[in-house]
């Protein structure tokens, strides 16, 4: 069975990337091994300014090579009855029965019976003592963990610490000598074009090396808020997840963990988790068995240009303020809603991941700098970062739009937009609290602004620039103002079923 960790969503029109898999199971095996010759030689003068490639990695391959290792897994899972096996609707004289029944080890009696998987993935020591790095869906919910040493020895590993948010793992094992272990490498100074190497366990096939380049850098996959990966050419497939990428000097500068591919093997696009990701939550596991990360406590949006615009904002980088939440870090800062945050602890904010992963990597207790956009100018806040909750932010669920009860029309042409009166009945309807006051979107006209911008029947609009309404006519005549003051654009911030948003909406140019 081969599991399917980190998926990676696919553009419209882009076959469906797969992520790499952490296993190849005792259960498949590979089909054939297909090779090709190529008989064509041709030369061509390299620039000046290029560096000529390395004649062979041998050399590099020893150094680092010993220190790589194979990581297996043993998870119980429990099996279904037989009505959930491929023999559940053959004949009870099949002679197929007995295949299946043997096969999947005599279970499907109908009583559930555990079923044992195993899974083949890839590591490196970075710890003589014997601390082994890998990813954490390597090792899933193991309940035994083996790790293969380069010279054959196999020992029973201890899961040290794991962290899902960056797909990281620590595991420990015991030997009765000094082990090889890995340096760490700076992938910030890795550059795109850069030599690379990846050693790892493909198809449980044992060490084996490709080599490539660094195709790109701060790739997000849109799997979390920590996405940074390193993307390269290098093979990677199946079971190479947790294995090191390597820079000439020897160096880890990435963990091995994803693929995109049509097929789900390697098609010259494979994703590294970043040295400067991957090293400090790898100490914080050594040191604590879990990661700490700091926390503000505030909703982050887009800076996009129209908002910018709307704000007087030269440049579209920062992260826009969408709510403070009470009693949080970045309210007691005196952080509000509708700021811009462009510079956090010295860092400059260029888009979201910057802020989300400046914060996260700042220790809990840290007194922070933070440059702000407010009110047409910049200003300087300090915070002192919190720590991040255990429990997971809820996502806004999709507000539905029919049955929202609609009192007294007003149309705003220039935006495609017709807003009602906030009664006691919508807020019902839209599970909203007595104390939200606004505009209802009652109906977005099909291409205009509001509907290009993602507006929809039962948003409230709360206010408008930065100044709250309390009235749809309220709303109409500040939207009015700001076009005749010739603004490009307006800023709303919406209520969307008790989440709060902004939205930048340009006027329709005549």
Same mark, same amino acid.
């Given at each position: 069975?081969?599991?399917s960790?980190?998926p990676?969503?696919a553009?419209?029109g882009i076959?469906?990337?797969?992520a790499? $898999? ?7 095996? #590979?089909?054939g091994i !297909?090779?090709a010759?190529v008989?064509?030689?041709?030369f061509?003068?390299?620039?000046a300014?290029?560096?000529e490639a390395?004649q062979?990695?041998s ?5 680092? !090579?010993?220190a790589?290792v194979?990581v297996s @897994?043993?998870e119980k899972?429990? %099996?279904g009855?037989?009505m959930d096996l491929?023999?559940?609707d053959? $004949?009870? +004289?099949?002679?197929f ?6 096969y999947?080890?005599?279970?499907g009696? %109908?009583e ?5 998987e195993?899974?083949?993935?890839s590591?490196?020591?970075i710890?003589p003592?014997?601390y ?6 390597v ?11 380069s010279?054959g020895?196999t020992?029973? #590993?201890k ?6 948010r960056?797909?990281?793992a620590?595991?420990k094992?015991?030997?009765d000598?000094s082990l090889p272990a890995?340096?760490?490498g700076?992938?910030?100074?890795s550059e795109?074009?850069d030599?690379?190497? /990846? ?6 096939l044992?060490?084996?090396v490709t080599? %490539?380049?660094?195709?790109a850098?701060?790739r997000d996959?849109h799997?979390g808020?920590y996405?940074n990966f ?6 990677i =497939?199946r079971?190479n997840?947790g294995g090191p ?8 500068i990435?963990?091995?963990? !994803?693929?995109?591919?049509? =097929? ?5 696009i494979?994703?590294?988790i970043?040295?400067s990701i991957?090293?400090?939550?790898i100490?914080?596991l050594?040191?604590h068995?879990?990661? *700490?990360r700091?926390f503000?406590g ?5 800076v996009?240009?129209d908002?910018?615009?709307s ?7 920062? #992260?826009?303020?969408?709510k403070?939440t ?8 005196g952080?509000r &809603?509708?700021d811009v ?9 260029? *888009?979201?991941?910057?802020? @989300?992963?400046?914060?996260a990597a700042t220790?809990p ?9 407010r009110d ?7 915070? +002192?970062?919190g720590?991040m909750?255990a429990?997971a932010?809820?996502? /806004? ?8 009860p609609?009192?007294?029309?007003h149309k705003?042409a220039?935006l495609g937009?017709?807003l009602?009166t906030?009664?006691?009945d919508?807020?019902? *309807?839209?599970g909203?609290?007595k ?7 009652t109906?977005? &006209?099909?291409? #205009?602004a509001?509907a290009e ?5 039962? +948003?409230?609009?709360v ?8 009235? $749809?006519? &309220?709303?109409?005549?500040?939207? =009015?103002?700001a076009? @005749? /003051?010739k603004?490009?654009a307006v800023l ?7 989440n709060?948003?902004?939205?930048a909406l340009?006027?329709a140019?005549a």
């Amino acid at each position: 069975m081969s599991l399917s960790p980190l998926p990676i969503r696919a553009a419209d029109g882009i076959p469906a990337p797969r992520a790499l $898999p952490n296993s190849s199971t005792r259960r498949r095996r #590979a089909s054939g091994i !297909a090779l090709a010759l190529v008989a064509a030689t041709v030369f061509f003068a390299a620039p000046a300014f290029a560096r000529e490639a390395p004649q062979s990695f041998s050399g590099l391959v020893k150094e680092v !090579a010993p220190a790589v290792v194979n990581v297996s @897994t043993t998870e119980k899972v429990s %099996g279904g009855p037989m009505m959930d096996l491929p023999f559940q609707d053959l $004949p009870q +004289d099949s002679p197929f029965r007995d295949f299946f029944k043997h096969y999947f080890n005599g279970q499907g009696h %109908g009583e559930n019976h555990p079923m044992v998987e195993h899974s083949l993935g890839s590591g490196f020591i970075i710890d003589p003592t014997g601390y082994v790095v890998t990813n954490n869906h390597v090792v899933g919910k193991a309940t035994e963990i083996s790790v293969k040493l380069s010279d054959g020895k196999t020992y029973k #590993a201890k899961l040290v610490g794991r962290d899902e948010r960056t797909d990281l793992a620590l595991l420990k094992i015991t030997a009765d000598h000094s082990l090889p272990a890995l340096p760490w490498g700076d992938s910030d100074k890795s550059e795109v074009g850069d030599w690379v190497i /990846a050693v790892g366990n493909p198809f449980g096939l044992g060490g084996t090396v490709t080599a %490539g380049i660094v195709s790109a850098r701060g790739r997000d996959l849109h799997e979390g808020p920590y996405d940074n990966f390193i993307q390269t050419d290098a093979a990677i =497939n199946r079971g190479n997840s947790g294995g090191p990428m390597f820079n000439m000097d020897g160096q880890v500068i990435g963990i091995n963990s !994803a693929i995109y591919s049509p =097929n789900g093997g390697s098609v010259g696009i494979g994703f590294a988790i970043p040295s400067s990701i991957a090293q400090p939550v790898i100490a914080q596991l050594r040191e604590h068995g879990s990661v *700490e990360r700091g926390f503000l406590g505030v909703q982050i949006q887009e800076v996009t240009p129209d908002v910018a615009e709307s704000l007087g904002l030269k440049g579209s980088a920062g #992260a826009l303020v969408a709510k403070v939440t009470k009693g949080s870090p970045s309210e007691t800062a005196g952080l509000r &809603q509708g700021d811009v945050i462009t510079r956090f602890d010295g860092k400059d904010i260029k *888009e979201l991941r910057d802020l @989300t992963r400046s914060v996260a990597a700042t220790r809990p207790g840290t007194k922070a700098p933070i440059t702000i956009w407010r009110d047409g100018h910049e200003m300087q806040l300090s915070v +002192d970062v919190g720590k991040m909750p255990a429990q997971a932010v809820a996502e /806004a669920s999709e507000p539905g739009t029919s049955g929202v009860p609609v009192t007294g029309e007003h149309k705003v042409a220039s935006l495609g937009l017709t807003l009602g009166t906030l009664t006691s009945d919508s807020r019902n *309807e839209l599970g909203l609290d007595k104390a939200v006051k606004g505009a209802l979107v009652t109906d977005v &006209q099909d291409g #205009a602004a509001a509907a290009e911008h993602g507006l929809r029947p039962g +948003d409230v609009i709360v206010k408008v620039g930065q100044e709250p309404v309390d009235s $749809p006519a &309220q709303a109409v005549e500040r939207i =009015n103002a700001a076009k @005749t /003051a010739k603004a490009k654009a307006v800023l709303l911030l919406l209520n969307r079923r008790g989440n709060e948003l902004f939205v930048a909406l340009p006027f329709a140019q005549a």
